[in-house]
């Protein structure tokens, strides 16, 4: 005998059943009887020493209230005891229970839910601590859990099935959160489900959230009140940098669906494609009109404004065999780009066996057949050696653009952000890449209002972008974010902050247009990235965008366009046939 159960009556034998059901099945011996611990004490007292005699390891207590019988039998055995309320629930202590091996001088005392499923989870809670020794046992378990889950997960896809179809998914932050989900959109299709670029006509809408900044936390919880309200019965399911900071916030949403952490990332497409697969899907839209090839994630510094190395954890490079394998898949499929992201591109391949390089993998991808263009996402330069930075400036495919994060021009400032560089290194690095590349983009990163940063600070940062070669630059307002040192130090005042980043803004808008107007009267080679009837909207290579008024060729082509005009928000053009390598 292992399992000894105890009733209060015999009118407690149907609730009792539920464990029968189970101890039977798994083929664990068991004894049963009626007892009463307030009517007959001494009986119960005989009762337990017998079944210890023969051997029983767990008692289980089905009773009306299940405390007192429950108490009686723990107060004379050392051994785990359960309760089973028959009409009411008073007793407590499963944790106690869970922790069996921690307390062998203990009596450990658990109540499960009421009735007969109570019972039934009375006896898996029994058989677990059997199984602690006799691996028999507990391979019956691990079998008969996955058999539950499968289930479970069966009726679920069936419910789910009647309601999923298409799927639509919005990306907050970083070109990484981009490159992740432009591999689900592409797998979700292969597997039956419609891509919908309209949130509102779709029933399941994936939100890959970024936690970056307060703004970035506010942007995505709009975005989930306005698909709620506007799409009450749609599916939503939220990961990301949000999603790993914030994770029980956003349970306790009722919008919300499903929650992956970053570290359950990798999850999110199979368990989608397990519930709603709807066969083989016939054309694959594409999830954008440039690929985007994620190739490192997390970060190894702690620089005193960043949340991202606590969200996303230290720097993994991604397989290098795995990456040529999509950039094949890519090119395959006709992109005529591809942008290699990374939250620290600079660090790939020094965490792989052999090590590698971020400048070996551009070589390999180069040397691919077919290869198209390449953009890099955000660099930083305290990682930019002049091998890396000739080899980028020199490349026949690498796109002439090059976006650096800076954080400020103030070298005081950069030392109170453990950025461990000065701004005379970003002069160095910022002046060979304009010497070698004279028509490349170059923009920048800047964090303004940072903690501690005084009126010179800020001038010192004017003055540096002023002059530098930076064709254009993000303005970030600096926002506290939780558990960075930072964030517990004095701040600038709100006020000032904004209306310094407004210099800024203004600042590089001017830089931008006048970079721009160089090129009126010239020819670029350019990707279609969206197209409305005859008109369309053109990415150059240096990263212009254009508008073309009347273009021939679709999105995703390739076309040589001549910049007509510029002005403050427009970049004018036309088509002039195809690009010219």
């Given at each position: 005998m292992k399992v000894a159960i105890f009733m209060g009556s015999d009118s407690d034998q149907e609730i009792a059943g539920g464990a029968l059901e189970i101890l039977e099945k798994f083929e664990v011996p068991y004894g049963l009887e009626v007892t009463s611990a307030h009517r007959s004490p001494q009986r119960t007292i005989n009762l337990i020493k017998s079944f210890e005699e023969k051997g029983a390891?767990?008692?289980?207590?089905?009773?009306?209230k299940a405390a007192h019988l429950a108490g009686f039998v723990a107060a004379h055995t050392i051994r785990p005891v359960i309760g089973v309320p028959v009409w009411d629930s008073t007793l407590n202590g499963l944790d106690a229970l869970l922790s069996t091996v921690q307390m062998p001088k203990g009596v450990p005392?658990?109540?499960m839910g009421l009735g007969k499923s109570g019972a039934?989870?009375?006896?898996i809670l029994a058989i677990q601590i059997l199984s602690l020794k006799e691996p028999a046992l507990r391979?019956?378990?691990?079998?008969h859990r996955a058999k539950m889950a499968a289930q479970v997960e069966a009726a679920s896809k069936k419910n789910s099935e009647k309601l999923v179809t298409s799927f639509s998914i919005q990306t907050f932050g970083c070109r990484v959160n981009q490159a992740e989900a432009f591999l689900w959109a592409d797998e979700f299709?292969?597997?039956?489900?419609?891509?919908?670029?309209?949130?509102?006509?779709s029933d399941l809408?994936?939100?890959n959230s970024c936690t970056l900044t307060s703004r970035a936390d506010s942007d995505l919880r709009a975005f989930i009140r306005k698909i709620s309200s506007a799409r009450p019965k749609a599916k939503l399911i939220v990961t990301g940098c949000y999603a790993e900071r914030a994770r029980q916030e956003l349970i306790k949403t009722p919008q919300v669906w499903l929650v992956f952490s970053n570290k359950e990332k990798k999850e999110l497409a199979r368990r989608v494609i397990s519930l709603f697969r709807r066969g083989h899907g016939e054309n694959v839209l594409p999830f954008r009109s440039r690929a985007l090839v994620k190739i490192q994630d997390g970060c190894n510094f702690r620089c005193a404004f960043c949340i991202i190395p606590s969200v996303r954890g230290r720097s993994v490079s991604e397989e290098k065999i795995k990456i040529l394998a999509r950039v094949k898949e890519f090119i395959k499929q006709g992109f005529k780009e591809i942008v290699l992201t990374g939250v620290h591109l600079c660090s790939y391949g020094a965490d792989l066996k052999p090590r590698s390089s971020l400048l070996e993998l551009l070589q390999e991808i180069e040397g691919l057949k077919g290869v198209p263009r390449l953009r890099l996402s955000s660099i930083d330069p305290r990682f930019l050696e002049p091998g890396l930075i000739n080899h980028l400036t020199s490349s026949l495919r690498i796109c002439p653009h090059f976006h650096l994060s800076l954080q400020s021009g103030s070298d005081r400032i950069l030392e109170r952000m453990s950025r461990k560089i000065k701004t005379k290194d970003y002069r160095r690095i910022l002046s060979q890449l304009r010497q070698e590349s004279p028509q490349a983009s170059l923009g920048a990163d800047i964090i303004v209002g940072f903690p501690g940063e005084e009126e010179d600070d800020f001038h010192q940062t004017c003055s540096f972008l002023e002059q530098s070669p930076l064709t254009y630059f993000h303005i970030f307002t600096y926002s506290p974010r939780p558990g960075t040192e930072a964030s517990s130090w004095n701040q600038v005042d709100g006020k000032l902050r904004r209306k310094r980043a407004a210099i800024l803004r203004e600042l590089s808008k001017r830089k931008n247009i006048s970079f721009r107007r160089e090129f009126i009267g010239k020819e670029c080679n350019a990707i279609v990235i969206r197209k409305e009837k005859d008109r369309a909207s053109v990415l150059t290579s240096n990263y212009f965008k254009v508008s073309v008024p009347s273009c021939p060729y679709d999105e995703r082509d390739e076309v040589r366009v001549r910049i007509t005009s510029v002005d403050n928000e427009l970049t004018a053009g036309e088509a002039a046939g195809h690009p010219k390598f």
């Open positions: 390891e767990v008692f289980i207590a089905v009773a009306g005392v658990a109540t039934a989870n009375a006896a391979r019956k378990l691990k079998m299709q292969k597997h039956g489900l419609k891509y919908e670029k309209d949130f509102f006509r809408v994936i939100i």
